[in-house]
């Protein structure tokens, strides 16, 4: 096929990552705000962020569709949810424990649950994943759960073969995303990972300090967030930092907007196609 002839994808999958309270939560709610739908997958209860009217006032709260997924250390339900979420169709998860098909709650009638089959998601429907950081856990968690419900669980020591298990589904999950056709926003932390050329760089959590330097790939845009001058600035050019990854595949960037103006909407209105 010419270059010419090639039509690429219209939907967009956006990785923001940055320190603890450094805006992340608060710039990704925002585009709730711009008009779009927001399907939330809330991994660790960063939703409450977005109760203050301060950041997201309350007529846009009805863009914002949650659905909790309390994951923790005994009960690593994430990494199966999410995964099963990106392999599409309808899903039924249920409220009280954030699982697919819940064999619990199927038997209760009056138990709440959200549906949502993300290839149907429109041009105007971003799924949010708050945050890869959570899910990167719950993917170690569940290969030694065994190993932590037993006497003394808590002092278990990770094992080269239960690294290699959370990176083998961290991958899987992280190419459901970079291959369905659908507008995605993950949230994550930041943490150092020595280069290639023996430089230590930022780079956002998503497993190991390996897997996590090469999880950009995976991403039309990176964005890091942090504060500087007591404001709040968000960069996605490749030329911002020479240790921070950030960057982007569109000619777009928001690198010089700063404090309330930030916005990251203009990396899902995808001017390439």
């Not at 994951?71 to 339900?77: A, I, K, Q, S, T």
């Not at 991958?171 to 056709?181: C, G, K, M, P, R």
Request: with cysteine; net charge positive.
């Amino acid at each position: 096929m010419n270059l010419n002839d090639y039509t690429s994808s219209s939907r967009s999958k956006v990785l923001v990552y940055g320190p603890p309270k450094s805006g992340k939560t608060a710039l990704v709610g925002k585009l709730a705000a711009a008009g779009f739908q927001l399907h939330w997958l809330d991994l660790e209860n960063g939703i409450k962020t977005l109760l203050n009217p301060a950041i997201l006032e309350p007529k846009y709260r009805g863009n914002v569709n949650v659905i909790p997924i309390p994951d923790h250390r005994l009960y690593p339900v994430a990494i199966d949810t999410v995964r099963e979420l990106l392999r599409g169709g309808l899903k039924r998860i249920c409220v009280a424990h954030g699982k697919v098909a819940c064999p619990i709650c199927s038997k209760q009638p009056d138990a709440k649950h959200s549906e949502l089959d993300i290839l149907k998601l429109g041009a105007k429907d971003i799924l949010i994943i708050d945050s890869m950081s959570q899910l990167a856990n719950s993917a170690m968690n569940r290969g030694i759960l065994k190993e932590l419900q037993k006497p003394g669980g808590e002092e278990y020591k990770k094992t080269f073969t239960d690294y290699a298990v959370q990176g083998s589904l961290m991958e899987q999950v992280l190419s459901f995303i970079q291959a369905v056709d659908v507008n995605i926003c993950v949230i994550s932390h930041e943490m150092e990972s020595e280069s290639l050329e023996g430089r230590e760089k930022i780079v956002p959590v998503a497993g190991t300090r390996n897997f996590s330097l090469t999880s950009a790939k995976y991403f039309d845009s990176v964005v890091y967030c942090t504060v500087t001058n007591k404001q709040h600035r968000a960069h996605s050019s490749t030329t911002y930092s020479p240790t921070i990854i950030t960057g982007s595949r569109l000619p777009v960037s928001i690198d010089d907007i700063k404090g309330d103006g930030l916005d990251i909407s203009p990396l899902f209105f995808n001017p390439l196609t």
